[in-house]
């Protein structure tokens, strides 16, 4: 029953912003890492940011300086700020947290993906 609702996906101008959230959705008793990882077309899909719950980050190479991922864990959501953005950012964009329920262990859920399209 827990799920991940993302949004802010769309189409874009090189060089605009992009502001995707991403909300557990459902009853957890807590929530671990999360992250957002993309998937363009014939590429495999790779990891653009994470973050623990503890407040650390990592990022690719290639969105370092342009990219922020922040999370509000009173409201279950994770956040990728996307600036500077450039046509290879183009991608279909998942989120993915390591969540618990009661007396279960930590397990992976994703989003369903939000397309990000950025024009030249």
């Known amino acids: 029953q827990v799920q991940l609702v993302e949004s802010g996906g769309g189409l874009v101008q090189a060089g605009g912003s992009l502001r995707l959230s991403c909300a557990v959705s459902?009853?957890?008793?807590?929530?671990?890492?999360m992250g957002w990882y993309r998937q363009a077309p014939e590429k495999q899909r790779e990891l653009v940011a994470s973050?623990?719950?503890?407040?650390?980050?990592n990022y690719a190479d290639s969105v370092k300086g342009r990219f922020t991922i922040t999370r509000d864990n009173a409201k279950n959501t994770v956040y990728l700020q996307m600036n500077s953005l450039k046509p290879e950012d183009t991608a279909v964009y998942y989120c993915?947290?390591?969540?618990?329920?009661?007396?279960?262990?930590?397990?992976?859920?994703w989003g369903q993906g939000t397309l990000v399209t950025v024009s030249s």
């Open positions: 459902g009853s957890v008793i807590s929530i671990n890492d």
């Open positions: 993915r947290a390591d969540v618990r329920r009661l007396n279960s262990r930590y397990f992976e859920v």
């Open positions: 973050t623990t719950s503890g407040g650390s980050t």
